[in-house]
């Protein structure tokens, strides 16, 4: 199961957490890539669930995902 969720937040770009680390945490999370292409990091917001519920966070991966592209081409990246 780990695989094949692993997979998802690879075609998708960005992982999701709801109730998984902290009972009342949601979170979204995009990679942030070195000039090299490697995973330097990530960039993530959270909330509580009570503000930003489970079904809110697909529409908040776009941000994070365009805030986390942004921080890798300062640190040199270039999508090949």
């Not at 000039?35 to 991966?61: C, E, F, K, N, Q």
Request: proline residues 6%; glycine residues 8%.
């Amino acid at each position: 199961e780990y695989m094949r969720e692993l997979e998802q937040v690879r075609a998708l770009g960005y992982a999701t957490a709801a109730a998984e680390l902290e009972d009342d945490l949601s979170a979204v999370a995009a990679p942030v890539f070195d000039h090299a292409g490697g995973v330097a990091g990530g960039l993530t917001i959270s909330a509580p669930i009570s503000r930003v519920p489970r079904d809110a966070l697909a529409r908040l991966a776009p941000a994070v995902i365009k805030a986390a592209r942004e921080v890798s081409a300062a640190l040199g990246y270039r999508p090949r």
